[in-house]
């Protein structure tokens, strides 16, 4: 079992920057993958990025280049820092993992979510 507790969201300007901050606790978290999610209401949650437990690191076409991802194994946190947001980037922000191994970087099928956090750019 898996928690997982997002943080960092807010308001900023098209062009700003944010940092989310994923807290995971549970057992042997260094073997996980995790993945960000958002979600814009009315649409369905999609895949952002993930970082696998090699520390490989995968994006959408949308924010390549904009955002990264990195984790912190011995804090237990996953981190995606977003620079250069623009106005489509406002949604809820989920963090996630699963269990069908660290090294898999999927797009669907996680087991375990956060509650999100929610970004807004708008000026």
């Known amino acids: 079992q898996v928690q997982l507790a997002e943080s960092g969201g807010g308001l900023v300007q098209p062009g700003g920057s944010l940092k989310l901050s994923c807290a995971a606790s549970?057992?042997?978290?260094?073997?996980?993958?995790f993945g960000w999610f958002r979600q814009v209401p009315g649409k369905e949650r999609e895949w952002v990025s993930c970082?696998?437990?090699?520390?490989?690191?995968f994006y959408d076409d949308s924010v390549k280049g904009r955002f990264t991802i990195s984790r912190d194994d011995v804090s237990n946190s996953v981190y995606l820092q977003m620079n250069n947001l623009k106005p489509e980037d406002t949604a809820v922000y989920y963090c996630?993992?699963?269990?069908?191994?660290?090294?898999?970087?999927?797009?669907?099928?996680?087991?375990?979510w956060g509650q999100g956090t929610q970004v807004t750019v708008s000026s």
């Open positions: 970082i696998n437990n090699g520390k490989g690191t």
């Open positions: 549970g057992k042997n978290l260094d073997d996980y993958a």
């Open positions: 996630a993992t699963h269990r069908m191994g660290g090294n898999y970087c999927p797009i669907s099928q996680y087991d375990y």
